[in-house]
């Protein structure tokens, strides 16, 4: 994109950082060729400092910045948009999942202790293979692999409040990063009687599935993979958002949940992220708000410190 040949250049974006400063750094290296130096430049002398607490470095970079860097809130450009309640909801897993958590969180452990913090690309990826079935096991046992028969505590709590939900005539979206998840939650809602629309990646006919939730009153129920339908569309004919499983990243949940909250809706939003109690989910959430800080830190607000890689080991440690 950078050898486009241009009289003006111009970055769109609702999340300029979404997981690190260098995403910044891209956007304006391209708007604004060479005003945040080199790349190394950049990572040695600006974004490093920052992400360690160094607030001189910050208001450095705010500065550099300022001139070149518009920010509206929709809150600011959106006055009539109705409230947005995010709702963090606690789930205990039953006593089957927690002995299979247990059991895949002593395995997770021993592979950091055995790394010794060690980069090497095979423990790493071990690691994060890991860290994948502890995140499968808070929201349904089912996702491991040679796992049948268990029942999901998450599931069936999030059934139930769907139920209530439907009943009293409200639409609502059904967000998972993963379409086997989506499965299992297909699966729940046909016991419950309930029917739904889908879509995800292997979905051709998007704005069939999309007119037909906003404007059929009978399809009330829609499942969406984080990925596709996480952005780039209206879905204000809803009023509650589901966010089953947690992800690393803020930006992508928060485009998500933006479906319904945005210009054109007339009522009270909700977000619904179910959290597994006593698990890896919770360490997740607090990683969530550390990025956002990081984030709301250069584009203003005050600044808190990004966790290093020693702090999320940490977190998983204990």
Not at 187 to 194: A, G
Not at 258 to 264: C, D, E, Q, T, V
Not at 282 to 299: F, G, N, P, R, W
Request: some cysteine; hydrophobic content about 35%.
């Amino acid at each position: 994109m950078c050898e486009l040949k241009a009289d003006a250049r111009f970055a769109l974006s609702g999340t300029p950082v979404e997981n690190r400063l260098d995403d910044l750094w891209a956007q304006m290296e391209f708007a604004n060729p060479g005003l945040l130096g080199s790349r190394k430049y950049f990572n040695e002398r600006v974004s490093s400092p920052i992400v360690k607490g160094d607030d001189g470095a910050l208001e450095s970079l705010r500065a550099r910045i300022k001139p070149y860097f518009l920010r509206r809130l929709k809150t600011e450009v959106a006055t009539d948009l109705p409230p947005r309640t995010n709702i963090v909801r606690t789930v205990e897993l039953s006593e089957q999942e927690k002995t299979l958590y247990s059991a895949i969180l002593q395995k997770t452990r021993e592979s950091i202790e055995s790394d010794d913090g060690e980069k090497t690309t095979r423990g790493g990826l071990h690691v994060l293979e890991l860290l994948l079935r502890l995140r499968q096991a808070c929201c349904h046992p089912n996702l491991l692999p040679d796992t049948k028969g268990y029942e999901s505590a998450k599931l069936n709590y999030a059934g139930e409040l769907i139920e209530t939900l439907i009943e009293n005539k409200h639409k609502i979206l059904v967000f998972s990063q993963w379409t086997s998840y989506l499965d299992l939650i297909e699966e729940k809602l046909r016991k419950l009687n309930l029917t739904n629309l889908r879509l995800d990646g292997s979905t051709i006919n998007r704005q069939d599935i999309v007119d037909k939730f906003q404007n059929d009153p009978e399809h009330r129920i829609l499942l969406m993979s984080l990925k596709a339908g996480g952005t780039g569309l209206n879905l204000t004919a809803a009023d509650h958002v589901f966010i089953m499983d947690p992800w690393w990243n803020p930006a992508a949940e928060e485009q998500a949940s933006n479906r319904a909250w945005r210009i054109g809706q007339d009522k009270p939003v909700f977000v619904h992220k179910l959290v597994a109690a006593g698990t890896i989910e919770e360490k997740i959430i607090l990683l969530q708000e550390s990025k956002q800080k990081l984030s709301d830190s250069v584009a203003g607000g005050d600044f808190a410190d990004a966790p290093t890689t020693k702090e999320i080991l940490e977190m998983l440690k204990n």
